[in-house]
């Protein structure tokens, strides 16, 4: 069987040229020349292929030719460049086309990629700030286009930076409300809770002891990455960055890991968190698209580990509290998910006065910003210096305690409360007058030899001496005469 033809690109002064094979209508071949309209030796495989590919679907030649050395749009040129991105293996390519198809592609997508310019990318982010999108998102969006298009610049097709200079647009709202972490408590209850997804939980406890592995790290670690003999040493290639990191397991997770290495039947090798069901059981799951945190947050709630009452869903089972900040946002938190294990573990190595370098390689963080926002909720936690507050009595609060209802006849004898308070004694004595004297000599109240009423340091006095005369056992507050 003959092989497929490829073609050939010749490098001339002018440009890029293809010699390709083209049959023509009596069935007989000749070779012809291709002006690919490139200097670019990538640009012009990428169009030849593509020439290659119409020509032997049945277009005619010179229709081929046409669609091959027209203009290169934003849509053709990145739709080939994510297809040799997926084909290298390239994590994030799936996402980049995501944005490029929802975001991008509705914009300028059938513009020429050489006459792109910066209005064009600001529209874009603009577009994407008025659909309501994180400014995380939007970023992510730039971050996309200023690839593209720094790739479109190593290969010739541009000469300018159309996005290189372009800030985010304004009136982007970032979310700066924190992740809830669940407490070290809360995490032994869990664990000690029986009946629950084996699985989840050691993939819980191994994120929040062993260098806050994130969950492509978890799904990524192997048996070979761990010592199998005495489980006091492990390997961990972090997600982000690459690196690959040689650790020691804490103590504590040792008999865990041990005891689902046996409960594996003792593996040298393959995936440590495996598929379980299905024709790929056994075999490593997918980075993308598998989440702990859904489970997570199940079998916490199974666990009955929560912060607040649950409630009675639609169901008639118990469902956690809307308001429960472990389990639902709320308008100054949002709530737990797996990667909160990892904030978990940055927290708790600045609690134990863990060093800046050494938090951040146990971890694995490059950024000290980064790491930093993890722990900056410990800094804005400390107590406030008790020196910083105004000298205030606790008694003062009893002013804020709710009034139980009054009785008709706890209305009348208020009436002449202010009789009772005036000094109507001939010797101007307030200890004449029994009942003057039960209101103002209370605890907390300052009597003035010199002053007709008691001082602002008691601004509400109790009296029950009419309660018990009445035996109905309410209690009255009276509010004292010339008050601030």
């Known amino acids: 069987m003959p092989a497929k033809r490829s073609g050939t690109i010749v490098m001339k002064p002018a440009g ?34 593509r020439l290659i590919e119409m020509i032997a679907a049945g277009e005619l030649v010179a229709e081929a030719e046409a669609k091959t050395t027209a203009p290169e749009t934003y849509r053709s040129y990145t739709t080939s460049r994510h297809e040799r ?79 290189e200079d372009v800030e985010l647009p304004e009136g982007l709202k970032k979310d700066r409300r924190p992740f809830v972490s669940p407490s070290d408590v809360e995490i032994g209850a869990y664990l000690a809770a029986p009946g629950l997804d084996l699985e989840v939980k050691l993939a819980v406890l191994v994120s929040r002891t062993q260098g806050g592995m994130r969950t492509a790290e978890v799904l990524r670690w192997e048996w070979t990455m761990l010592d199998l003999v005495d489980f006091t040493r492990c390997t961990i290639a972090r997600a982000k960055t ?8 804490p103590e504590v997770l040792r008999p865990f890991l041990r005891a689902w290495w046996q409960r594996a039947g003792h593996p040298v090798a393959g995936p440590v968190f495996p598929v379980r069901r299905g024709p790929r059981a056994g075999k490593d799951k997918k980075s993308r698209g598998t989440s702990f945190a859904h489970r997570f947050r199940r079998d916490f709630f199974r666990a009955g580990v929560v912060r607040l009452p649950p409630v009675t869903g639609e169901d008639g089972k118990p469902a956690p509290n809307p308001a429960d900040p472990l389990y639902f946002d709320t308008p100054v938190s949002r709530r737990m998910n797996f990667h909160s294990l990892r904030r978990a573990y940055d927290r708790a190595l600045a609690r134990a006065g863990t060093n800046l370098q050494t938090a951040m390689t146990l971890s694995g963080h490059t950024d000290e910003k980064t790491h930093m926002g993890y722990v900056r909720e410990l800094d804005a936690a400390r107590p406030v210096p008790l ?46 007058n029994p009942t003057t004297e039960l209101l103002v000599n209370q ?13 602002p340091c008691a601004p509400l006095q109790t009296s029950r001496a009419f309660s018990q005369a009445e035996g109905r056992g309410f209690e009255t507050r009276v509010p004292l005469r010339n008050r601030w």
């Open 85 to 163: 991105r997926v084909a290298a293996g390239v994590v994030m390519a799936r996402d980049e086309q995501r944005n490029r198809l929802a975001y991008i592609y509705p914009v300028i997508g059938d513009v020429d990629v050489r006459r792109v310019t910066d209005d064009h990318v600001r529209q874009v982010l603009e577009e994407a700030r008025d659909k309501g999108l994180a400014r995380e998102t939007v970023h992510k969006i730039r971050a996309v286009l200023r690839r593209d298009f720094k790739r479109a610049r190593i290969e010739k097709m541009i000469e300018g930076r159309p996005a």
């Open 16 to 49: 890029a040229f293809a010699r390709v094979w083209v049959t023509l209508a009596d069935g007989s071949e000749e070779r012809r020349w291709v002006n690919l309209n490139t200097r670019d030796k990538t640009t012009a495989k990428r169009k030849l292929a």
């Open 242 to 249: 690459g690196e690959v990191q040689h650790l020691e397991v």
């Open 443 to 455: 605890p907390g109240a300052v009597r003035s030899p010199d002053a007709p009423f008691a001082l």
């Open 387 to 432: 020196a910083a507050m105004p000298a205030i009595h606790a008694d003062l609060a009893r002013a804020f305690l709710p009034s139980p209802p009054r009785t008709s006849a706890a209305r009348a004898l208020l009436k002449s409360v202010p009789a009772l308070l005036r000094d109507e004694s001939p010797a101007g004595d307030a200890s004449r």
